[in-house]
């Protein structure tokens, strides 16, 4: 199996953190970014280069540009999977500025910055959009599902673009049991019950991101889960 360079935003907590420590199981390089303090860091997450940031300050994608190419030192990325996200589960009548440019800022501009920084280092690797399933639209989450959709545009857009030089893929995972409906005002309900696994779900996004081809747009709900759960490891993408 090649060892590979892969960069994760998001990957102090939640989906980020199993998709590090699902990289790092498989013996990739990894370099992340997350908005908890180094100290603040699960005890089991892994030993390698981690920036504590927030993407959503001023220049905090600017900031975490500059971190991953001094770590390069001019090497390719040969994947990024920008996955850092927020949200707030409230009617638009209740949204603040702040809130609404703090999500927009994390959740699509934040991305293309990032793109638009990394585009050298990324030649001849895959850069990896994490959406949603809100993309489509949710009700109670209007401002998050904007910044889903349009992160989904930008993603089919530079898709075409970028053909031949960088593979870019929307990767749009299902409900995931990462707490962040509940952190964001969601009541749980039974559906809850449904979500699926954030380690699961990791592998899966990170077969996906790292296959050598793929649709560029690709929805990862209960069908595709259930698949990855019986999948025999050797057949996993390296």
């Not at 599902?145 to 929307?170: H, I, M, P, T, Y």
């Not at 050598?212 to 025999?232: F, S, V």
Request: aromatic share 4%.
């Amino acid at each position: 199996m090649k060892k590979k360079t892969l960069f994760v935003t998001g990957g102090g907590s939640g989906l980020g953190a199993e998709l590090v420590r699902a990289a790092h199981r498989r013996g990739h390089h990894v370099l992340c970014t997350g908005r908890r303090a180094i100290a603040d860091l699960p005890s089991d997450f892994p030993d390698l280069p981690y920036l504590s940031c927030d993407l959503a300050s001023a220049g905090g994608a600017q900031v975490t540009a500059d971190w991953v190419q001094s770590h390069l030192s001019g090497r390719r990325v040969d994947c990024a999977l920008l996955n850092a996200a927020a949200g707030y589960f409230r009617p638009l009548s209740a949204e603040t500025p702040e809130a609404i440019s703090e999500v927009l800022t994390l959740n699509l501009d934040a991305n293309i910055v990032l793109a638009h920084r990394l585009s050298g280092n990324l030649e001849g690797g895959t850069l990896a959009l994490i959406g949603s399933v809100a993309h489509k639209g949710a009700a109670g989450m209007p401002v998050y599902s904007a910044s889903k959709a349009a992160l989904d545009g930008f993603g089919r857009a530079l898709a075409q673009e970028w053909r031949g030089r960088v593979a870019v893929r929307v990767l749009h995972p299902g409900p995931i049991a990462t707490g962040m409906s509940a952190r964001a005002g969601r009541k749980v309900d039974l559906a809850d019950r449904l979500f699926l696994s954030p380690r699961l779900m990791a592998r899966i996004i990170l077969d996906a991101a790292l296959a050598p081809r793929g649709r560029d747009r690709q929805i990862i709900g209960y069908l595709r889960a259930l698949r990855g759960q019986i999948l025999p490891l050797g057949r996993q993408a390296a």
